[in-house]
């Protein structure tokens, strides 16, 4: 008997073990069957890939030939990466917003070093949650209402500054957005340290995409001492906040909160990386603001129309521009968002594949990087009627901007800039006076021509010049500068960012 039952134990042992092999068999045969295959393209040259196709030529030729010829998805190679590029609102979508745990934003380690291990950026999970919380609560309507009478103070002070100069429209729009947001950071505490504050951020931002040797002569060195300095003035403010009484709605004081248990090294990354990130996009968005009015007389007309109203409703002792009176213009909300998308302020972001991804039939490998095209969005007839027509109208009669898709501004979802989400309403206050008074102004524009090759950043300067100058004065002529190795010196800096992220990896 007991020899019977040791036979049916093992009997009954190479059953399972044979069930078990049989699974394990038929897994690795549905595995292959249904291995999915890499998005078709092409990769080009080895590390080098297609980077150079892509920037020595106009980026929307080479995003529509590829589009063209393999659909909406498709595999390249830029910047040292292997990535894959999406072209349609709906894969955006699932990218940046309901996929978006699956695809991790990627920084160069010179750009964490420069703004602080502890910002936003470079953080997923609670601590990113409840930091974007802080920084859009700080940045909201009821928040930064108070404030529409010191920006349009600033705006005023600005022009004054400008009158009977050629300027760099770009350059000086960094300044007053610059200036802009210290005043939403830090309240009336940013007066005390504007300048310092400055003269830091710009040495910061010439080493930003630089190689993060810290060796003396160096740009990246020089960034970091200046970074420190930052530091430094930013333990001043914090400490000159404590002994001051009273409650603060601005971005520090959301920051600041007891109940937040924020340390000061988080508060003082967190307020130098907003300032880096909302400066360049909100100026870009200026000058093409400026362009786009200039070139377009009755969409000018008609927004001048709107502020002439606006004015005219006001007692003479009320001149001064109110949150109230932002709400109150349709046609210039519309302008910027028109403005957004034409511009297309970024062509596109990166994203990694945190895992392998089952991405509409193709397999995204994990380390890939991820590219949203937000141009060929903004630009396509699917999405847009006349895209390349500037025309703000359209968001009021163009069904195809009603459609479900991703935000008009690039960058969106749970893991976008908080800026993004509340730049229209932000921009409103922001861009309303020198919008307007320059482009009221005849004149006031000299003409220099839109970057044929190469893929910006962003707007290249436009020049303008002002109304009481004589046009015939050889002073005031287009002065024009070499631009051409702009574009090289760019795809030196994204090659050298891209090593930078490998020698990390």
């Not at 999970?125 to 404030?147: C, N, Q, W």
């Not at 962003?458 to 051409?484: G, I, M, Q, V």
Request: hydrophobic share 40%; charged share 25%; glycine share 6%.
């Amino acid at each position: 008997m007991e020899f019977i039952s040791s036979c049916s134990m093992i009997v009954a042992l190479v059953f399972i073990s044979a069930i078990y092999v049989l699974r394990y068999i038929l897994k690795v045969l549905s595995y292959r069957h249904v291995q999915l295959p890499l998005p078709p393209g092409t990769m080009g040259w080895p590390y080098i890939g297609e980077t150079f196709q892509l920037y020595s030529q106009n980026p929307n030729v080479f995003f529509a030939s590829k589009i063209k010829k393999y659909g909406s998805i498709f595999k390249s190679h830029i910047l040292g990466c292997p990535c894959v590029m999406i072209s349609s609102p709906e894969a955006a979508k699932v990218v940046l917003v309901s996929k978006a745990h699956l695809f991790k934003p990627t920084f160069p380690a010179s750009k964490e070093r420069i703004l602080g291990k502890q910002a936003l950026f470079f953080h997923q999970g609670d601590y990113h949650t409840k930091l974007r919380r802080l920084v859009l609560r700080a940045f909201m309507p009821e928040s930064i209402k108070d404030i529409v009478p010191d920006i349009e103070s600033l705006a005023v002070r600005s022009l004054e500054s400008w009158q009977g100069n050629l300027i760099t429209t770009f350059e000086e729009m960094k300044t007053y957005t610059y200036n802009v947001g210290l005043i939403s950071i830090f309240g009336k505490d940013e007066v005390l340290y504007r300048e310092d504050l400055k003269r830091c951020y710009y040495i910061l931002e010439k080493g930003y995409n630089s190689m993060p040797i810290n060796v003396p002569g160096t740009l990246f060195h020089q960034a970091m001492k200046a970074r420190k300095e930052l530091a430094q003035i930013m333990a001043k403010i914090l400490s000159l906040r404590r002994q001051t009484k009273g409650e603060h709605i601005d971005l520090l004081g959301s920051l600041m909160g007891e109940a937040e248990g924020l340390t000061d090294q988080q508060i003082a990354d967190n307020i130098i990386g907003v300032i880096f990130a909302a400066r360049d996009t909100t100026a870009s968005v200026l000058t093409w603001m400026l362009k786009f009015l200039a070139e377009n007389p009755s969409v000018l007309h008609a927004v001048t129309e709107e502020q002439e109203a606006i004015m005219k409703c006001k007692e003479e002792k009320e001149k001064a521009l109110t949150w109230e009176d932002t709400k109150k213009m349709p046609i210039t909300t519309r302008v910027i968002q028109e403005t957004l998308r034409v511009a297309s302020i970024l062509s596109f972001t990166f994203r990694e594949a945190v895992e392998d991804v089952d991405f509409n039939g193709y397999l995204i490998p994990k380390g890939w990087k991820v590219l949203p095209l937000f141009r060929n969005i903004h630009h396509s007839p699917d999405n847009f009627q006349q895209p390349e027509k500037f025309d703000p109208s359209r968001f009021e009669w163009d069904p195809l901007v009603s459609r479900e898709s991703i935000g008009k501004t690039g960058d969106t979802g749970p893991r976008a800039p908080p800026h993004h989400q509340i730049q229209v309403d932000y921009d409103g206050p922001t861009e309303w006076h020198p919008v307007w008074t320059l482009c009221s102004s005849p004149g006031w524009f000299a003409d220099q021509a839109d970057p044929q090759t190469g893929l910006q950043p962003f707007a290249l300067p436009y020049k303008f010049l002002n109304n009481n100058s004589d046009k015939n004065d050889d002073n005031n002529k287009r002065k024009t500068r070499p631009e051409e190795d702009f574009w090289w010196k760019m795809l030196e800096v994204h090659c050298i960012c891209n090593r930078i992220r490998e020698n990390q990896g």
